[in-house]
T-cell receptor, first 109, second 115 residues
Protein backbone atom coordinates (compact mmCIF):
# COMPACT_ATOMS: atom_id res chain seq x y z
CA UNK A 1 0.00 0.00 0.00
CA UNK A 2 1.32 3.44 -0.93
CA UNK A 3 1.71 5.94 1.90
CA UNK A 4 -0.35 8.46 -0.04
CA UNK A 5 -3.04 7.63 -2.60
CA UNK A 6 -4.29 10.21 -5.07
CA UNK A 7 -6.48 9.70 -8.12
CA UNK A 8 -4.42 10.81 -11.14
CA UNK A 9 -7.49 11.89 -13.14
CA UNK A 10 -7.65 13.63 -15.49
CA UNK A 11 -10.51 15.66 -14.11
CA UNK A 12 -12.27 17.93 -16.60
CA UNK A 13 -14.76 20.57 -15.44
CA UNK A 14 -16.43 23.63 -16.97
CA UNK A 15 -15.36 27.09 -15.92
CA UNK A 16 -17.09 28.18 -12.72
CA UNK A 17 -17.49 24.66 -11.33
CA UNK A 18 -16.53 23.61 -7.83
CA UNK A 19 -13.63 21.19 -7.92
CA UNK A 20 -12.94 18.59 -5.25
CA UNK A 21 -9.53 16.94 -5.09
CA UNK A 22 -8.75 14.24 -2.54
CA UNK A 23 -6.02 12.10 -1.05
CA UNK A 24 -5.91 9.30 1.47
CA UNK A 25 -2.91 8.33 3.52
CA UNK A 26 -1.83 5.57 5.82
CA UNK A 27 0.77 7.04 8.18
CA UNK A 28 -0.89 8.50 11.25
CA UNK A 29 2.36 10.32 12.14
CA UNK A 30 1.77 12.92 9.43
CA UNK A 31 1.07 16.32 10.97
CA UNK A 32 1.35 18.83 8.14
CA UNK A 33 -0.73 18.49 5.01
CA UNK A 34 0.01 20.52 1.92
CA UNK A 35 -1.33 21.09 -1.55
CA UNK A 36 1.00 21.98 -4.40
CA UNK A 37 0.09 23.12 -7.88
CA UNK A 38 2.32 22.17 -10.79
CA UNK A 39 1.93 23.61 -14.26
CA UNK A 40 3.27 21.64 -17.19
CA UNK A 41 7.07 21.69 -17.35
CA UNK A 42 7.30 23.75 -14.16
CA UNK A 43 8.23 23.13 -10.57
CA UNK A 44 5.56 22.59 -7.89
CA UNK A 45 4.42 25.64 -5.98
CA UNK A 46 2.91 25.49 -2.53
CA UNK A 47 -0.75 26.52 -2.51
CA UNK A 48 -1.56 26.06 1.13
CA UNK A 49 -0.87 23.90 4.12
CA UNK A 50 -2.82 22.77 7.17
CA UNK A 51 -1.57 21.57 10.49
CA UNK A 52 -3.44 18.59 11.93
CA UNK A 53 -7.19 18.34 11.39
CA UNK A 54 -9.48 21.13 10.32
CA UNK A 55 -10.21 23.53 7.51
CA UNK A 56 -8.25 26.37 6.00
CA UNK A 57 -9.50 28.85 3.44
CA UNK A 58 -7.52 31.07 1.11
CA UNK A 59 -9.52 32.92 -1.50
CA UNK A 60 -11.15 30.38 -3.79
CA UNK A 61 -9.25 27.49 -2.20
CA UNK A 62 -10.26 25.49 0.88
CA UNK A 63 -8.20 22.67 2.36
CA UNK A 64 -9.72 20.12 4.68
CA UNK A 65 -8.01 17.48 6.79
CA UNK A 66 -9.76 14.62 8.56
CA UNK A 67 -7.11 12.77 10.51
CA UNK A 68 -9.58 10.22 11.89
CA UNK A 69 -10.31 9.07 8.34
CA UNK A 70 -6.81 9.83 7.02
CA UNK A 71 -8.40 11.86 4.26
CA UNK A 72 -7.56 15.30 2.92
CA UNK A 73 -9.34 17.46 0.37
CA UNK A 74 -8.82 20.59 -1.65
CA UNK A 75 -11.84 22.49 -2.93
CA UNK A 76 -11.59 25.11 -5.66
CA UNK A 77 -14.57 27.43 -6.04
CA UNK A 78 -15.42 29.28 -9.23
CA UNK A 79 -12.74 27.37 -11.12
CA UNK A 80 -10.90 29.22 -13.88
CA UNK A 81 -9.04 27.98 -16.97
CA UNK A 82 -5.87 29.24 -15.28
CA UNK A 83 -6.45 26.62 -12.57
CA UNK A 84 -5.71 23.90 -15.14
CA UNK A 85 -2.67 22.14 -13.71
CA UNK A 86 -1.64 19.08 -11.74
CA UNK A 87 -2.44 19.25 -8.04
CA UNK A 88 -0.22 17.31 -5.68
CA UNK A 89 -1.15 16.53 -2.12
CA UNK A 90 1.76 16.18 0.26
CA UNK A 91 2.24 15.43 3.92
CA UNK A 92 4.98 15.25 6.44
CA UNK A 93 5.76 14.43 10.05
CA UNK A 94 9.22 15.92 9.80
CA UNK A 95 11.59 17.01 7.08
CA UNK A 96 10.77 14.26 4.59
CA UNK A 97 7.68 15.17 2.63
CA UNK A 98 5.66 12.44 0.89
CA UNK A 99 3.78 13.40 -2.25
CA UNK A 100 0.76 11.94 -3.95
CA UNK A 101 0.96 11.15 -7.64
CA UNK A 102 -1.00 14.29 -8.52
CA UNK A 103 -4.40 14.88 -10.12
CA UNK A 104 -4.49 16.54 -13.53
CA UNK A 105 -7.23 19.16 -13.67
CA UNK A 106 -8.59 20.75 -16.85
CA UNK A 107 -10.97 23.70 -16.55
CA UNK A 108 -12.73 24.37 -19.85
CA UNK A 109 -13.66 27.92 -20.79
CA UNK B 1 15.16 37.82 -4.74
CA UNK B 2 15.73 35.03 -7.19
CA UNK B 3 13.96 31.77 -6.57
CA UNK B 4 15.52 28.33 -6.52
CA UNK B 5 17.67 28.04 -9.62
CA UNK B 6 18.34 24.74 -11.29
CA UNK B 7 20.54 24.12 -14.27
CA UNK B 8 20.61 22.88 -16.81
CA UNK B 9 16.87 22.79 -17.53
CA UNK B 10 17.36 19.96 -19.99
CA UNK B 11 20.18 17.46 -20.07
CA UNK B 12 20.73 14.66 -22.55
CA UNK B 13 23.25 11.97 -21.75
CA UNK B 14 24.21 8.73 -23.43
CA UNK B 15 24.11 5.55 -21.39
CA UNK B 16 27.24 5.25 -19.29
CA UNK B 17 27.96 8.98 -19.10
CA UNK B 18 27.78 11.12 -15.98
CA UNK B 19 25.05 13.64 -15.26
CA UNK B 20 25.58 16.64 -12.99
CA UNK B 21 22.56 18.59 -11.84
CA UNK B 22 22.96 21.89 -10.04
CA UNK B 23 20.70 23.64 -7.57
CA UNK B 24 21.21 27.09 -6.13
CA UNK B 25 18.84 27.62 -3.19
CA UNK B 26 17.01 30.81 -2.45
CA UNK B 27 19.10 33.46 -0.78
CA UNK B 28 19.51 32.71 2.90
CA UNK B 29 18.27 29.12 2.61
CA UNK B 30 20.66 26.50 3.92
CA UNK B 31 18.45 23.42 3.53
CA UNK B 32 18.17 21.65 0.19
CA UNK B 33 16.05 18.68 -0.83
CA UNK B 34 16.25 16.69 -4.06
CA UNK B 35 13.24 14.91 -5.54
CA UNK B 36 12.76 12.80 -8.66
CA UNK B 37 9.57 12.80 -10.70
CA UNK B 38 8.80 10.09 -13.21
CA UNK B 39 5.99 10.57 -15.76
CA UNK B 40 2.54 10.17 -14.18
CA UNK B 41 4.12 9.75 -10.75
CA UNK B 42 4.51 12.01 -7.80
CA UNK B 43 7.69 13.43 -6.45
CA UNK B 44 9.92 10.88 -4.76
CA UNK B 45 12.25 12.07 -2.02
CA UNK B 46 15.91 11.41 -2.68
CA UNK B 47 18.11 13.34 -0.29
CA UNK B 48 18.10 16.18 2.23
CA UNK B 49 21.22 18.27 2.72
CA UNK B 50 22.29 21.12 4.87
CA UNK B 51 25.43 23.10 4.17
CA UNK B 52 28.29 20.57 4.00
CA UNK B 53 26.17 17.80 5.51
CA UNK B 54 23.93 15.04 4.23
CA UNK B 55 21.07 14.78 6.69
CA UNK B 56 19.02 12.03 5.07
CA UNK B 57 19.79 10.11 1.88
CA UNK B 58 17.34 7.29 2.43
CA UNK B 59 15.61 7.88 -0.88
CA UNK B 60 18.74 7.83 -2.99
CA UNK B 61 19.84 4.66 -4.79
CA UNK B 62 22.95 3.23 -3.16
CA UNK B 63 24.78 2.88 -6.44
CA UNK B 64 25.78 5.62 -8.90
CA UNK B 65 23.99 8.50 -7.15
CA UNK B 66 25.61 11.06 -4.89
CA UNK B 67 24.80 14.53 -3.65
CA UNK B 68 26.68 17.36 -2.04
CA UNK B 69 26.04 20.86 -0.80
CA UNK B 70 29.39 22.55 -0.27
CA UNK B 71 30.01 25.59 1.87
CA UNK B 72 30.29 27.69 -1.26
CA UNK B 73 28.38 27.10 -4.45
CA UNK B 74 25.33 25.16 -5.49
CA UNK B 75 24.15 21.75 -4.42
CA UNK B 76 25.11 19.05 -6.90
CA UNK B 77 23.28 15.83 -7.66
CA UNK B 78 25.60 13.49 -9.54
CA UNK B 79 24.54 10.39 -11.40
CA UNK B 80 27.34 8.21 -12.67
CA UNK B 81 27.04 5.72 -15.52
CA UNK B 82 23.50 6.78 -16.34
CA UNK B 83 20.96 4.23 -17.57
CA UNK B 84 17.67 4.77 -19.40
CA UNK B 85 15.76 4.32 -16.16
CA UNK B 86 17.39 7.48 -14.81
CA UNK B 87 15.40 9.56 -17.31
CA UNK B 88 13.15 11.77 -15.20
CA UNK B 89 12.62 15.29 -13.97
CA UNK B 90 14.78 16.13 -10.97
CA UNK B 91 13.60 18.91 -8.70
CA UNK B 92 15.29 20.56 -5.82
CA UNK B 93 13.66 22.62 -3.12
CA UNK B 94 15.11 24.83 -0.45
CA UNK B 95 13.90 26.10 2.88
CA UNK B 96 15.02 28.49 5.55
CA UNK B 97 14.48 26.01 8.36
CA UNK B 98 14.79 22.25 8.38
CA UNK B 99 11.33 21.24 7.33
CA UNK B 100 9.25 21.43 4.18
CA UNK B 101 6.00 22.28 5.89
CA UNK B 102 5.72 25.89 5.05
CA UNK B 103 8.32 27.98 3.30
CA UNK B 104 9.85 25.42 0.98
CA UNK B 105 10.28 26.50 -2.63
CA UNK B 106 10.93 24.33 -5.64
CA UNK B 107 13.07 25.05 -8.65
CA UNK B 108 11.90 24.52 -12.23
CA UNK B 109 13.60 21.16 -12.45
CA UNK B 110 16.16 19.50 -14.67
CA UNK B 111 14.79 17.09 -17.23
CA UNK B 112 17.30 14.33 -17.79
CA UNK B 113 16.99 12.18 -20.87
CA UNK B 114 19.25 9.18 -21.26
CA UNK B 115 19.61 7.94 -24.82
Amino acid sequence: QKEVEQDPGPLSVPEGAIVSLNCTYSNSAFQYFMWYRQYSRKGPELLMYTYSSGNKEDGRFTAQVDKSSKYISLFIRDSQPSDSATYLCAMTGGFKTIFGAGTRLFVKA
Amino acid sequence: NAGVMQNPRHLVRRRGQEARLRCSPMKGHSHVYWYRQLPEEGLKFMVYLQKENIIDESGMPKERFSAEFPKEGPSILRIQQVVRGDSAAYFCASSLVGDMNTEAFFGQGTRLTVV
